[in-house]
């Protein structure tokens, strides 16, 4: 078992990272639950493997126990399911004083993040990420959102969880396209932060997509570490927070515009190649690093092309991402691997040249 | 012209309270408002009356000045008018680092505040409050929030604006009823921090009633010094600033079970004439107080008394109040005037006949 304590503006939560749910009431009891009214939400995927589980571990610590199941996928991110959250709290009197448990991956993460960020202006929230993307990404750091016309998380808030319980053995029962998915992330953690932790994926390949027990916790470990540090130093993204968003500029862009039929993980890795390609251009990377960084992304299975779109048309959803102010674009880039600068005076046409790069 | 420096956990904001617009343009251009994106969001009585104006003061600072006008009234003030809100801020490119302008009275300030809150995680707003309610209570403090399935607020954020510019002679186009309504939140700042200021409202109901100048420039400002000291030593609203909900409980309880016919002040009104007799059952507010208050509230035309409601229904009411935790009950009483408490201790009994003394 291995712990991460976050600091926050207000308060400070834990990231337990383990291969049971063993400890869960451990922790639950160390937050003060005792008594207290707790609702668990999760989909209608991930409900049938752990969910029964949770409300058993929950039924020794408080008799106030009740959950609701929402339907899975990118495609239910939006209001109406925030909604139909909102009626099962007031149904069931949950209070500013209450928890509210987030049980699966991103998606239902971000959106209970969100209903518990703003029913009866917040309340509490515990993430029990089961995907490999929620557990080294969206479950740290207090972004909560939803989708809106198709604008990825463009409705959201800033919300930090009061615990973050990662059990790796959901991994198990998880597709691997998913497992893949969440790869991308991991490599991102390597690409902006830190060289070594770059080589220990790198050279794990076997391992990792073998999901072996030992090497995921220390995977997810350093990634939910390199996370953490990020997003405590800079909690509302006024800064450094923004260089998590490697491959995310184009990475979102190609999301939207392939309406989410790619996986976030995916859109990333074709986001990172670009980005990496811009940073080759300006001579940050050698050509060797590029070609090493293509094919890590590459034996994680993830996408490095992509042949349906056109350059133009993702260079101007560029704009519409929520982390564009006054129409000035920040490009994160790589200065070799395992560091990375924000950048705001690239001009469009590398950037038009970058993205033509993974077509 | 009178100003209010108001703390945040962050930042500070102005609160401007004068006759004119006409220093609107000098604060705005004191936040940094140059050339940035600002969208005004008013209703349809309150665009006829002040929108132009407001958009001829802005576009001598920015040409990238847009507006909206939502439907008016607690009816509308739901996640409907939300959405238009988040799509007309999709369409104009509004980002994190525009300004959102809010004009008009509480409903409106509380949506568009709602609406900066949670649009890609926040961006800012400015409160350009033309109701004396609003001027005197929900401009300030950043409550923000939306009702939903008729729950007042149940939905919601804490987001402060960046500025509240209050021009008084906005109260001159205001129907009579609601600059009476205003005046039960104004009351209740005396009744709850300043028996002088109670006794500055009391002595000065002529002057008031006829909204003469230099008087309601004098009332407001001494409201928004009560209002704005309460909040700022309680941001989130986890002690002192509970002291506020004074007549709230059970005039929330009255509202919604009168579906939003009365007005919040008049609510308010009456569940301050109700706790007013509770703390007089408690031996701490003597009967000619009791009959003072009455009178006060009774001078502006609010009502002490409502015969359409039952007292066990309203009772079981007040635990749908999002301040009610864990079931427990916090009532906020008077120690005399002008001076409160908060009791969680209060039985059912007292609270009951407090109730039936509205009846």
Redesign the interface.
């Known amino acids: 078992m291995k712990l991460i304590k976050v600091p926050t503006s207000k308060d400070s939560y834990n990231i337990v990272i383990t291969n049971t749910f063993d400890y869960l009431h451990k922790y639950l009891i160390e937050l003060g639950i005792k008594d ?2 707790v609702c668990i939400i999760t989909d209608d995927n991930v409900c049938d493997l752990y969910l029964e589980k949770i409300i058993e571990i929950l039924s020794v610590i408080t008799d106030k126990v009740s959950y609701l199941v929402i339907p899975h996928g990118e495609n239910n991110k939006n ?1 109406d399911t925030i ?1 139909s959250i ?2 099962k709290l ?1 149904n069931d ?1 949950i ?3 209450s928890y509210l448990i987030a049980l699966g991956g991103g998606v239902t993460g971000d959106m209970v993040g969100y209903a518990s ?6 309340n509490h929230f515990i993430q029990i990420p089961t995907t490999l993307l929620s557990q080294v990404d969206s479950s740290i750091g207090g ?1 909560t ?1 939803v989708d ?2 198709g ?1 990825k ?6 919300h930090q969880p009061k615990l973050v319980y990662i059990n790796t053995n959901t991994l198990l029962t998880l597709p691997k396209k998913e497992v893949n998915a969440g790869m991308g992330e991991i490599i991102k953690h390597g690409l902006i932060a830190s060289k070594e932790y770059y080589n220990f994926i790198r050279d794990n390949k076997l391992k990792i997509n073998n999901l072996d027990e030992e090497i995921m916790e220390e995977l997810i470990y350093e990634s939910c570490l390199i996370k953490s540090n990020v997003v405590s130093q800079d909690e ?2 006024k800064g450094i927070r923004a260089t998590l968003n490697f491959g995310h500029t184009i990475g979102h862009a190609v999301e939207r515009l392939l309406d989410f039929q790619l996986l976030h993980g995916e859109c990333v890795a074709l986001g990172m190649v670009s980005a990496s390609y811009l940073s080759y251009m300006l001579n940050q990377v050698s050509l060797e690093e590029l070609e090493d960084i293509k094919q890590c992304i590459g034996d994680f299975n993830l996408p490095i092309r992509i042949n349906t779109l056109d350059e133009i048309k993702i260079y101007n959803e560029l ?2 991402d ?6 000035i674009l920040n490009m994160i880039l790589l200065n070799g691997i395992g560091v990375c600068e924000i950048r705001n005076d690239i001009d469009k046409e590398k950037i038009v040249a970058a993205i033509k790069y993974i077509l």
């Open positions: 207290k009214k209001l909604s909102y009626n007031i009197n209070d500013r004083d960020a703003t029913y009866m202006r917040g972004k959102g809106f016309n604008y998380n463009i409705i959201g808030a800033f509302k993204e704009f519409y929520k982390k564009t102010k006054n129409n």
